[in-house]
């Protein structure tokens, strides 16, 4: 009787605490209806690629390497090859390779050297006979494979929402996400094992994906190789370090460590649109000693044109001699550092919010970046000083504008 009773009461514990989650989760759709949705669409997302990550990882264990990753209607399409390509969970009726979408401004352009796929039919879009957006074909090498392939709950290239694809041959696959929808699973972005802090990536291989276009250069400070900034975007401009001490434990994965002294990172073919807009993105960490310049351009005549500091920016852009200020940025804290050009306007955010902006209409010509020093006056090609002492991490150089949406949703990652 006694352990009838026990049982009795763990199956009403197990009830009760379900009826209990319910009841949270009721609250909190009930709350924030919208948040809510969110929650729930990103709940999906995770087990949708959870799912398939599975199932291909599967087959591409049990049948050894001889899957063919791209099916059965495509040729040489996995990376490194003739023809390498990103299948999107996309439909567009007027072309395959996406180019409706890209046209009527929906989504940018592929990475140079890469290629889109979209599915020409709705009515394909979930097949799993190599007709869908994976081009696999599941039958081949599983007796009873998936349903049909899942597809973003949203799945729309205006609302940037929808899963991609990249595969090896012999070597993987790669599934991102091109965003998550609510706060609260932002973070899983850095916490994936993959290359990109701001992508949630699965697969076999989570180094295949190519940084979008508008990326023209991204120094992670994750390789150490000796001397060399390495420029991870498809533009391979790859800077020089001087002096700097090994990379130590940054913000994601390792960070450039300056010492304070004499190391900073030069770049020398800086590829900045020269009066079009920019984003230059960043994390900070300064060790406490104030008044050193983290990061300056020179034209190519050898002069300073702007140059970063903890409370403000100075610019020499022609006749035109302005300063930005800002909150100090703090020390013994990572801090994510935006500086971006749109139009006659630049603009400082500190953490994803706007903190300083300054109006200045000459183009801005530069030709070398240095990160953490400024360039010693009169001296051609440029030398440094003024060096700054901390660590810098991820930093990227953007031909766009990114939307104050996307700066708080990078820093929400990295928060
Ligand atoms: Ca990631
Ligand atoms: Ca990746
Ligand atoms: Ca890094």
Known sequence: MKSKFKAFTIVEFLIAVGVVALMIFGIIVIINPREGMRNIRDTIRLSDLTSLEADISKMVIETGESVDLDGPYNHNTCYGESNQTIYLSLVDPTSSSCQGLINKGELSPPPPGWKYHCVISEGHLRDINGQGWIPLDFFKYVPTPLSGLPVDPVNSAKQNLYYEYICHQGNGFELNL???ESEKFVTQCRMDGGDDPYVYERGMNLNLFPLSRDVIACYRFDESKEQVAVDSSEYKNHGTLFNTLDFIAGKFETALNLDGIDSYALVSEFIIPESGNFTISFWIYPFDKPGRCFMSMVDK????????????????????????????????KWTYFVLQRKGNHFYVYINGKLKGTIKLSSPLKAKYLLIGASPKPKFFPPQAENYFYGLIDEFRIYNTVLSPEKIRYNYLIGR
Do not use: D, M, T
């Open 178 to 180: 091109s965003r998550f």
């Open 301 to 332: 005549n050898g002069q300073e044109i702007l140059s970063c500091f903890r409370k403000s920016i100075n610019f020499i852009l022609g006749v035109e001699h302005k300063q930005i200020v800002y909150p100090e940025i703090p020390a013994l």
